[in-house]
């Protein structure tokens, strides 16, 4: 089976796949200092509770917006799990081609969320990440990744307005049932969500017709059903994106095995992302 983990700057996401179907999750608080050993002991733990244990785990590719983190869960790979491990990042040739100015600056979490974006739900398509930060990236026809925006994300924004202002006490996050609220709670929920929703929903409609239309937008992350709610211009609700698009980058771009790679414990193969690279493009599934 194989581990695919998204470290996210507030949680980890880890997806367990039986092919291409994915057979457990979890979520998890991101911790910064995590060590090998640490990560591998709870690891070892989650696959306890599902019966199975860390020799179950035969691949690992893991998008880390937090860099040590990233080369620990390589380590996991290579001292507690015996397998090969990739790390995503925009130098892998997986057939997205990069056409932004600075093709190195672009996350791997958007990567795989581009990535199958396009291969699942078809291009154009413009997919939307809410996360602590908001993402909203373009996919063009063929599998180009045009550029996107990057906002406050719901959690950031409530956290820094309760956080700032005096008077305001914490409600639980939801979806506000109508933005005209009468006590206090139901304008901070209104004014949050709402509020973040028509930030998304404007910049989709901006980012739509400079890349020539869209009428795909495929929303990812843990506040992706909160927002999904209050938006207008969102269409698909797909969860575990990231995890798919993980996977997809590992069966694309599989790693030397550990027995025979000439590379640091835990390292990979490496193939440019060149965004002009010829590549025969996969399927576009739903595109017109």
């Known amino acids: 089976m194989l581990l695919a983990v998204d470290v996210g700057n507030s949680h980890t996401v880890l997806g367990l796949f039986r092919g291409p ?3 457990q999750h979890w979520r998890l608080r991101t911790e910064r200092g995590a060590t090998a050993d640490e990560l591998a002991r709870d690891l070892n733990g989650l696959l306890a509770l599902r019966g199975l244990g860390l020799r179950s785990v035969q691949g690992l590719v893991v998008a880390s917006v937090v860099p040590p983190l990233g080369s620990v869960w390589l380590e996991v790979a290579a001292a507690h799990l015996s397998c090969g491990a990739l790390a995503a990042g925009p130098e892998l040739d997986t057939g997205l081609r990069l056409e932004v100015e600075r093709p190195a600056e672009v996350g791997p979490d958007r990567i795989a969320d581009c990535l199958a974006a396009w291969r699942l739900h078809g291009a154009p398509v413009i997919v939307v990440d809410c996360g602590t930060a908001t993402t909203v990236d373009a996919v063009g026809a063929g599998g180009r990744y045009l550029g996107g925006a990057i906002a406050p994300g ?9 956080e700032r202002t005096a008077l305001l006490r914490r409600v639980e996050l939801a979806a506000p049932t109508r933005a005209l609220g009468a006590t206090t709670a139901e304008q901070l929920l209104s004014g949050v969500v709402f509020g973040c929703a028509g930030q998304v929903d404007a910049l989709v409609e901006r980012i739509a017709a400079e890349m020539g239309g869209a009428e795909r937008v495929v929303a990812t992350g843990g506040w ?7 938006s207008r211009r969102i269409t698909h609700l797909d969860p575990w994106l990231t995890l798919h698009g993980l996977r997809l980058i590992y069966e694309l771009c599989p790693p030397v095995p550990p027995a025979v790679q000439d590379l640091p414990a835990g390292g990979a193969a490496r193939r440019p992302n060149m965004a002009r690279q010829a590549r025969v493009a996969p399927p576009e599934v739903g595109a017109p």
């Open 154 to 162: 719901v959690g950031l924004s409530y956290e820094v307005l309760v």
């Open 224 to 230: 992706a059903p909160t927002i999904r709610d209050a």
């Open 21 to 23: 179907a994915l057979f």
